[in-house]
């Protein structure tokens, strides 16, 4: 049986979320009164009101494309922007609040104390730096402090978000970032046009976002077995509770993700040491979860792949407290459970907004 993600949605909230807190309304209140948002709608992100420009399905970037077929309707409204804009751009927010769960979806786990020596993930590795020997190109803002945070996109859970749920891009944000990407590549003397880094910019984002989407697939996986609010009161409650620490281990990952991502989608495109030097760039612009990224995308091994497995497990062990079976010493065994953070959404999903 394969089933549609609203199909998917509609079981969660009519019967897998009333196992895991029976004591909650029944979902199917929630479900008569959610919609897919519709261009036009107002949506609020951040207690922001947003109106939707463009409601879209889900993109999937095949290595063989050409880059017009990688662009829809409104990305290329946003490039054609951003190219008469040129230097003096017209919309330029600058800073913005990094929320990517942006809905007030409660915290259902214990009062965890968090920063032991057991949810640590050491992330001393090699950071990555620039490839070539070109250091002395220096974008401004690289190395920028930890109160730099931009928000480009949103990912709203299908937990707190129902029907609404997806993938929410800020146009302005989109915007923000090709700019900022655009003049890194031009001091370092890159032949690239707005347009392929819009699509770069784009590109990443998505997989970043879409690594935000994975983490709730296999948070709902391992509620089918346990009916416990492993997403809700764990993965969420501990993303609220360690927002822009080291500890925000799923800003790491999801950079990491991304990183991984980009890197094969866009190899046929751009040399692998201008796509490298371009996340490098923009990574070491973000707040320390993101930028931890660097830590671990040189490994060959993929290493973070073995951290992310502490990290699920870091989140396992806080429903099981003082259980020895659980605990970051375990994490080996998140190996057999392959294709566990599989995403849900597909190319046939409706997930995909730009606000
Ligand atoms: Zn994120």
Redesign the pocket.
């Known amino acids: 049986m394969n089933y549609s993600i609203s199909q998917l949605i509609e079981i969660y909230e009519t019967e897998l979320s009333t196992l895991i807190q029976p004591s909650n309304p029944s979902g199917r209140m929630r479900l008569s009164t959610i919609s897919i948002p519709v261009k036009g709608q107002t949506v609020t992100l951040s207690n922001q009101q947003f109106r939707i420009e463009s409601v879209e399905r889900f993109m999937d970037f095949k290595p063989t494309s050409s880059i017009d077929d990688l662009l829809s309707d409104e990305d290329k409204k946003i490039i054609h922007e951003l190219e008469a804009e040129g230097d003096t751009p017209i919309d330029n927010d600058g800073e913005f609040d990094d929320d990517?769960y942006p809905d007030p979806d409660q915290l259902s786990g214990g009062e965890w104390d968090i920063g032991g020596e057991g949810d640590q993930i050491n992330m001393n590795d090699h950071p990555a730096g620039f490839m070539e020997n070109d250091s002395d190109v220096k974008w401004k803002d690289a190395n920028a402090g930890d109160d730099k945070e931009t928000t480009i996109a949103y990912?709203r859970p299908f937990h707190s978000a129902g029907m609404a749920f997806g993938i929410y891009y800020k146009r302005n944000g989109l915007k923000l970032k090709t700019r900022l990407i655009f003049e890194f590549c031009r001091q370092r003397g890159y032949q690239v046009t707005r347009q392929q880094v819009y699509l770069i910019a784009k590109i990443m984002t998505q997989f970043?976002?879409i690594?935000?989407h994975k983490v709730e697939s296999i948070a709902s996986r391992i509620e089918v077995v346990s009916r416990k609010p492993i997403y809700l009161g764990g993965f969420s409650n501990w993303y609220k509770r360690t927002r822009g620490l080291a500890l925000c281990y799923?800003?790491t990952f999801?950079n990491c993700y991304a990183y991984q991502k980009t890197m094969q989608v866009l190899k046929p495109f751009l040399p692998v040491t201008a796509l490298h030097n371009m996340m490098v760039f923009w990574f070491n612009a973000q707040p320390t979860p993101?930028r931890n990224a660097l830590q671990l995308i040189q490994n060959k091994t993929n290493l973070w792949r073995f951290k992310e497995n502490q990290f699920f497990e870091i989140i396992l062990n806080k429903f099981f407290p003082g259980d020895p079976r659980y605990g970051k010493q375990h994490s080996k065994v998140w190996s057999m459970f392959t294709h566990g953070s599989h995403p849900y959404i597909n190319t046939n999903s409706n997930v995909y907004f730009i606000v």
């Open positions: 990517p990912y970043h976002e690594y935000h799923e800003e999801a993101y």
